[in-house]
């Protein structure tokens, strides 16, 4: 199967500081989405985008699929950005995401 | 529009009992998958449906099955628990075509004691 990998794994910031977090796949995914996940471990969907580029507010997200990876920015980052980051996609003929291990991200006050 | 609505959000089981877990998808949502999150494993495929129909099946022993009922609202059971098994449950469903990804319920923490 598919290896999803995600980095950096932890990540401190100072509230206001900028970030970008990336994900890379070790074969072609036909879906991919971005989600956080929040201290009481709901996932939330951040972005569908299995190519190109989307922004929603403060967040962006790029996706190169010919080079099996995608990125996520954060801007002007808020403590309520805290917790952790996940990538996730599913490689064609199949209906499971493979999820990477996370970035832990803290964003102090 | 409601979300994906998993029940219960808590449950505390002992060794060697059966518990089952329910989701209910959003609306117009026909494939229901289910996950398994451990600090250790991290986040886990453990099987999805669609129209009643398991498509996929991840690697968990036999004591995981699921179904999925006419109405698109889908049931995990784990038999005979170990304490190995507490985990995170969640569930997620989306669109026939996956076109706009998954939507996750807010999960069910499973403790076996």
């Known amino acids: 199967g598919i290896q999803v990998e995600q980095s950096p794994p932890d990540l401190i910031l100072q509230e206001g500081a900028n970030s970008t977090l990336r994900c890379n796949f070790s074969?072609?995914?036909?879906?991919l989405q971005w989600f956080h996940q929040n201290p009481w471990g709901q996932l939330i969907n951040l972005f569908y985008?299995?190519?190109g580029t989307k922004q929603n507010g403060r967040l962006s997200a790029t996706t190169v699929a010919t080079e099996r990876y995608s990125l996520l920015y954060i801007s002007s980052s808020q403590t309520t950005d805290s917790g952790v980051y996940f990538c996730?996609?599913?490689?064609?003929?199949?209906?499971?995401?493979?999820f990477g291990t996370g970035t832990r991200l803290k964003v102090l006050a | 529009k409601a979300g994906v609505t998993q029940t219960p959000r808590y449950l505390i089981k002992t060794r060697g009992q059966q518990v089952t877990l329910s989701c209910s998808p959003i609306?117009?949502?026909?494939?229901v998958s289910w996950y398994q999150q451990t600090p250790g494993q991290g986040l886990q495929f453990l099987f999805e449906?669609?129209?009643?129909?398991?498509?996929n099946k991840g690697n968990f022993p036999g004591r995981f099955s699921g179904r999925q009922f006419s109405n698109s609202r889908s049931e995990m059971n784990v038999s005979t628990l170990e304490l190995g098994d507490s985990a995170l449950y969640l569930c997620?469903?989306?669109?026939?075509?996956?076109?706009?990804?998954?939507?996750f319920g807010s999960g069910t923490r499973l403790t076996v004691v």
């Open positions: 997620a469903s989306s669109s026939d075509s996956y076109s706009y990804g998954y939507t």
């Open positions: 074969d072609s995914v036909n879906n």
């Open positions: 985008i299995p190519s």
């Open positions: 996730a996609g599913t490689t064609s003929g199949t209906y499971k995401y493979i």
């Open positions: 609306s117009g949502h026909r494939s």
């Open positions: 449906y669609f129209s009643e129909t398991q498509r």
